[in-house]
């Protein structure tokens, strides 16, 4: 096979030379589908040998498994190869005009399934325009787990310990389930804790989305696609896990297929109970002479545990072939219990403890979300390429958290007491959107353009008392606002090698913040954006690939970036959001290369981005203390019974719009099969930036401006191996190192960390039991440096300490998982 395209890359230019002036020029074109799933197969290898003259041709399918080869009149043997799957083969065909080979089904090669155990599957990551498609199906270390770590496995993409996802190095993550928003009120690594593993189809990496996207997002789009039952007749899997730290979850899914319409649902339930903890150390300096005035030390142990359950149920009905109503609804409600013991041990100048103070938390926290979604799909055309789509989603969340605060003093003469903090949040958010795609140049050039609105309402009430007295200025009601409509067009076209998609999006944006209680604040922000896009790309051979593409993004802030009440769990450390934030715009730049050989894949990405108004969480010294009284003379100065102050800095920390940032970096992903039991793939990511911006923090009791300039270097890469034993037994280790990262107020330190799982099918493939180990030497942790003019801190934080699960799965009347094709599940103007 190889040696045949070799022989054509070299060949094939000679005699279209030789021969154009005597013969003539005709098309071979045809769809090649797996025979029975009718999924088109992508990257299916055409190959046509002239057995008069030896000449040799060919191409490969597109995403809609369509080919187009140009050759010569001839009598010819004509071979569709796909892995995994037997070899179709037209002999001595009669080719004298332009021909439509028809649709061509291609059965799996049971006796390779039988050898290889990785079945019909499509290679790890396929390369589209503008995503790259990751199909997660295989993923051992991931069986039985959430959808976080089904993203830590996932090229471009790190997730931190606390569960913050970036990719490529920048937070700014636009995260999508199903082509729809996953979450605007609550925390979105929360969401995706609750996701389980084993719903999830598949996840696009978009780094450069085009214009059918949000332009939401400087750093990208993730979307995860979950699965829906496609095999006809009643079918389902049930799947159980266990683990320590406390884990369990349990899963069912069903699905009823026939040709008129299609049912499927899921239902679930979670137990976790997590440890974790850390220590947040500093020192803090007179700020004009730089001398040490005190220190603080803080040691946190913290368990998070709670129930979840989930529940999902849909269907579709199918009016005719180019008609298609799907309605779901999905419910899911939690209760958790969260405690954390706070420990403040601070010290004089000299270092002598001056006071301990034991600040116990009890976190009661339950939540309920409900959402609806109804998609219709109508078709124009016998392929399905000329169609339009609407989508309309309703989605509400309730969530209350209700805290208690149990303040002890051993050393000192705080006041000991109860604290509590009682937060009401509910948010309803309605999405509406269209999308019409009109193919033409037989379907080589498409046509789309869309419309979407989202409206999102958010209200948050706040009740804080200290010793049984309720505090005004602690507490708040807050409205939010959020309403973004946005309209798009975008043209693409193919002539020959060359591809090319440009569009524009425009978004209408009108945020507003109101408050009722802590001064009143009203925000109200509003801006319209256009956003153009442009993607491109030329086959500089059959398997091999050259793109470009350029996107402006924008980052808009967000309830949480906004909602100006710091929270009250630490009373020294403040976290808020800031009313006065600005938008953030991005123009992003890309070049990308992919080659396929038969066992080696390799994709390489060179990028830059360049950023304005850049805003980013700075904590600063707010000039306030938090004051206790001595009632002994612990520094030997001769002034007891209460006569000594002990002043602690009060340090917030919130986002501010900073500057400029530039944004750079190069980009691997490969993937090796040096044999059929064995598959190695790894994706490494060096990235730099460097900034130039300011910002306020008190000094001395007065104001400053202090620049904040950075520049900095930094990596990550991941490695995977996966083996495929005897008796169906598979095995995968997963690394995962991310390098130092220096941003100049704060320093973060590497981080390794390594995941074994394994697995055995049973009972025919009906059933599969998984081990896995996460973060096998417990080394998971965030460690951190901040520096400022007035403190220095140190700190650790470990989200959970290493996790064993074993799971088990059972199949029935569906085959084991495949990775086909483009399955459905995506939300609307998300295809291809």
Same mark, same amino acid.
């Given at each position: 096979?190889?040696?045949?395209?070799?022989?054509?890359?070299?060949?094939?230019?000679?005699?279209?030379?030789?021969?154009? !002036?005597?013969?003539?020029?005709?098309?071979?074109?045809?769809?090649?589908?797996?025979?029975?799933?009718?999924?088109?197969?992508?990257?299916?290898?055409?190959?046509?040998?002239?057995?008069?003259?030896?000449?040799?041709?060919?191409?490969?399918?597109?995403?809609?498994?369509?080919?187009?080869?140009?050759?010569?009149?001839?009598?010819?043997?004509?071979?569709?190869?796909?892995?995994?799957?037997?070899?179709?083969?037209?002999?001595?065909?009669?080719?004298?005009?332009?021909?439509?080979?028809?649709?061509?089904?291609?059965?799996?090669?049971?006796?390779?399934?039988?050898?290889?155990?990785?079945?019909?599957?499509?290679?790890?990551?396929?390369?589209?325009?503008?995503?790259?498609?990751?199909?997660?199906?295989?993923?051992?270390?991931?069986?039985?787990?959430?959808?976080?770590?089904?993203?830590?496995?996932?090229?471009?993409?790190?997730?931190?310990?606390?569960?913050?996802?970036?990719?490529?190095?920048?937070?700014?993550?636009?995260?999508?389930?199903?082509?729809?928003?996953?979450?605007?009120?609550?925390?979105?690594?929360?969401?995706?804790?609750?996701?389980?593993?084993?719903?999830?189809?598949?996840?696009?990496?978009?780094?450069?989305?085009?214009?059918?996207?949000?332009?939401? *997002?400087?750093?990208?789009?993730?979307?995860?696609?979950?699965?829906?039952?496609?095999?006809?007749?009643?079918?389902?899997?049930?799947?159980?896990?266990?683990?320590?730290?406390?884990?369990?979850?349990?899963?069912?899914?069903?699905?009823?297929?026939?040709?008129?319409?299609?049912?499927?649902?899921?239902?679930?339930?979670?137990?976790?109970?997590?440890? *974790? *903890?850390?220590?947040?150390?500093?020192?803090?300096?007179?700020?004009?002479?730089?001398?040490?005035?005190?220190?603080?030390?803080?040691?946190?142990?913290?368990?998070?545990?709670?129930?979840?359950?989930?529940?999902?149920?849909?269907?579709?009905?199918?009016?005719?072939?180019?008609?298609?109503?799907?309605?779901?609804?999905?419910?899911?409600?939690?209760?958790?219990?969260?405690?954390?013991?706070?420990?403040?041990?601070?010290?004089?100048?000299?270092?002598?403890?001056?006071?301990?103070?034991?600040?116990?938390?009890?976190?009661?926290?339950?939540?309920?979300?409900?959402?609806?979604?109804?998609?219709?799909?109508?078709?124009?055309?016998?392929?399905?390429?000329?169609?339009?789509?609407?989508?309309?989603?309703?989605?509400?969340?309730?969530?209350?958290?209700?805290?208690?605060?149990?303040?002890?003093?051993?050393?000192?003469?705080?006041?000991?007491?109860?604290?509590?903090?009682?937060?009401?949040?509910?948010?309803?958010?309605?999405?509406?959107?269209?999308?019409?795609?009109?193919?033409?140049?037989?379907?080589?050039?498409?046509?789309?353009?869309?419309?979407?609105?989202?409206?999102?309402?958010?209200?948050?009430?706040?009740?804080?008392?200290?010793?049984?007295?309720?505090?005004?200025?602690?507490?708040?009601?807050?409205?939010?606002?959020?309403?973004?409509?946005?309209?798009?067009?975008?043209?693409?076209?193919?002539?020959?090698?060359?591809?090319?998609?440009? *569009?524009?999006?425009?978004?209408?944006?009108?945020?507003?913040?109101?408050?009722?209680?802590?001064?009143?604040?009203?925000?109200?922000?509003?801006?319209?954006?256009?956003?153009?896009?442009?993607?491109?790309?030329?086959?500089?051979?059959?398997?091999?690939?050259?793109?470009?593409?350029?996107?402006?993004?924008?980052?808009?802030?967000?309830?949480?970036?906004?909602?100006?009440?710091?929270?009250?769990?630490?009373?020294?450390?403040?976290?808020?959001?800031?009313?006065?934030?600005?938008?953030?715009?991005?123009?992003?730049?890309?070049?990308?290369?992919?080659?396929?050989?038969?066992?080696?894949?390799?994709?390489?990405?060179?990028?830059?981005?360049?950023?304005?108004?850049?805003?980013?969480?700075?904590?600063?010294?707010?000039?306030?203390?938090?004051?206790?009284?001595?009632?002994?003379?612990?520094?030997?100065?001769?002034?007891?019974?209460?006569?000594?102050?002990?002043?602690?800095?009060?340090?917030?920390?919130?986002?501010?719009?900073?500057?400029?940032?530039?944004?750079?970096?190069?980009?691997?992903?490969?993937?090796?099969?040096?044999?059929?039991?064995?598959?190695?793939?790894?994706?490494?990511?060096?990235?730099?930036?460097?900034?130039?911006?300011?910002?306020?923090?008190?000094?001395?009791?007065?104001?400053?401006?202090?620049?904040?300039?950075?520049?900095?270097?930094?990596?990550?890469?991941?490695?995977?191996?996966?083996?495929?034993?005897?008796?169906?037994?598979?095995?995968?280790?997963?690394?995962?190192?991310?390098?130092?990262?220096?941003?100049?107020?704060?320093?973060?330190?590497?981080?390794?960390?390594?995941?074994?799982?394994?697995?055995?099918?049973?009972?025919?493939?009906?059933?599969?039991?998984?081990?896995?180990?996460?973060?096998?030497?417990?080394?998971?942790?965030?460690?951190?440096?901040?520096?400022? !003019?007035?403190?220095?801190?140190?700190?650790?934080?470990?989200?959970?300490?290493?996790?064993?699960?074993?799971?088990?799965?059972?199949?029935?009347?569906?085959?084991?998982?495949?990775?086909?094709?483009?399955?459905?599940?995506?939300?609307?103007?998300?295809?291809?």
């Amino acid at each position: 096979m190889r040696q045949k395209l070799i022989l054509l890359f070299f060949t094939l230019p000679l005699c279209m030379y030789a021969q154009a !002036p005597l013969q003539k020029s005709i098309k071979i074109t045809g769809t090649v589908i797996d025979i029975d799933t009718n999924q088109p197969l992508e990257y299916a290898t055409i190959v046509l040998e002239n057995i008069e003259n030896s000449d040799v041709t060919g191409g490969i399918t597109d995403s809609s498994g369509k080919f187009n080869i140009e050759t010569t009149p001839g009598i010819y043997n004509i071979k569709i190869e796909y892995i995994s799957y037997q070899t179709f083969q037209f002999t001595k065909k009669k080719l004298e005009n332009s021909e439509n080979l028809g649709t061509i089904k291609l059965t799996l090669d049971v006796a390779q399934l039988e050898a290889v155990e990785i079945v019909g599957e499509k290679t790890t990551v396929q390369i589209q325009l503008d995503k790259k498609v990751f199909n997660v199906g295989k993923d051992i270390t991931s069986q039985g787990t959430d959808a976080l770590n089904v993203l830590d496995n996932v090229p471009s993409v790190s997730v931190d310990v606390e569960g913050n996802i970036s990719l490529r190095g920048n937070e700014n993550v636009r995260v999508l389930i199903n082509g729809r928003p996953s979450n605007s009120g609550m925390s979105g690594s929360d969401l995706l804790r609750q996701l389980p593993s084993d719903a999830i189809e598949r996840v696009e990496v978009i780094t450069n989305p085009s214009a059918r996207y949000d332009a939401e *997002g400087s750093g990208g789009i993730l979307n995860i696609i979950l699965k829906k039952g496609e095999d006809f007749g009643f079918n389902g899997s049930f799947q159980s896990t266990f683990g320590y730290y406390p884990y369990a979850q349990t899963s069912t899914n069903l699905n009823y297929k026939t040709n008129k319409f299609n049912l499927f649902s899921s239902l679930g339930y979670r137990y976790r109970k997590s440890p *974790g *903890g850390g220590f947040n150390n500093s020192i803090y300096y007179e700020g004009t002479s730089q001398e040490i005035t005190g220190y603080l030390d803080q040691t946190r142990n913290r368990e998070r545990k709670g129930n979840n359950y989930n529940v999902r149920i849909g269907g579709e009905y199918y009016f005719n072939d180019k008609n298609t109503l799907l309605a779901s609804f999905s419910y899911n409600v939690g209760d958790n219990k969260n405690t954390s013991d706070l420990v403040y041990n601070n010290y004089d100048a000299s270092r002598n403890l001056t006071s301990i103070r034991l600040r116990d938390e009890l976190e009661k926290e339950d939540e309920n979300r409900k959402q609806y979604n109804v998609n219709y799909e109508s078709k124009f055309n016998e392929k399905g390429t000329h169609k339009l789509v609407i989508n309309f989603n309703y989605e509400t969340e309730d969530e209350t958290e209700n805290s208690t605060y149990t303040n002890n003093y051993t050393l000192g003469a705080g006041i000991d007491g109860v604290d509590t903090s009682l937060n009401h949040e509910q948010r309803n958010e309605l999405l509406l959107q269209a999308d019409y795609i009109l193919p033409f140049n037989e379907d080589k050039g498409q046509f789309e353009a869309g419309y979407k609105s989202e409206f999102n309402d958010i209200s948050s009430n706040v009740e804080v008392t200290i010793n049984e007295v309720y505090q005004e200025s602690l507490s708040n009601i807050l409205d939010y606002d959020e309403n973004i409509h946005a309209f798009y067009s975008q043209y693409g076209n193919k002539y020959g090698s060359f591809t090319f998609l440009a *569009g524009l999006r425009m978004e209408i944006s009108d945020i507003s913040i109101k408050s009722i209680l802590g001064g009143g604040i009203t925000e109200n922000k509003k801006y319209t954006n256009f956003f153009p896009t442009l993607h491109a790309g030329y086959e500089l051979g059959e398997n091999e690939t050259i793109q470009l593409s350029y996107s402006r993004r924008i980052r808009r802030p967000r309830f949480w970036d906004l909602n100006p009440f710091y929270t009250y769990a630490d009373d020294t450390n403040r976290i808020s959001g800031n009313p006065n934030l600005n938008p953030m715009y991005t123009n992003a730049f890309e070049i990308a290369y992919l080659n396929n050989w038969d066992q080696f894949m390799l994709n390489a990405s060179i990028y830059y981005q360049h950023s304005t108004d850049l805003f980013q969480r700075i904590t600063v010294d707010t000039g306030d203390t938090f004051n206790i009284q001595s009632d002994e003379d612990l520094n030997n100065d001769g002034i007891v019974n209460g006569e000594d102050v002990e002043e602690i800095p009060i340090l917030s920390s919130q986002p501010i719009n900073t500057g400029e940032e530039n944004r750079y970096g190069v980009e691997t992903t490969i993937s090796y099969n040096p044999f059929k039991w064995l598959r190695l793939s790894g994706d490494f990511n060096l990235y730099g930036f460097k900034q130039d911006g300011t910002y306020e923090t008190y000094v001395n009791g007065d104001i400053e401006t202090r620049k904040l300039d950075g520049e900095n270097i930094s990596w990550f890469t991941r490695i995977n191996t996966q083996l495929r034993l005897p008796s169906s037994i598979g095995v995968q280790l997963r690394m995962f190192y991310n390098g130092p990262y220096d941003a100049g107020y704060v320093k973060n330190r590497s981080f390794l960390s390594i995941n074994l799982g394994a697995s055995k099918d049973l009972f025919n493939d009906k059933a599969t039991i998984n081990f896995n180990i996460s973060d096998l030497l417990n080394t998971r942790k965030r460690r951190s440096e901040t520096f400022a !003019p007035t403190f220095y801190t140190n700190s650790e934080f470990q989200w959970r300490k290493r996790q064993v699960n074993i799971s088990f799965i059972y199949r029935f009347n569906q085959k084991k998982e495949r990775q086909r094709g483009e399955e459905n599940g995506e939300g609307p103007g998300m295809e291809d």
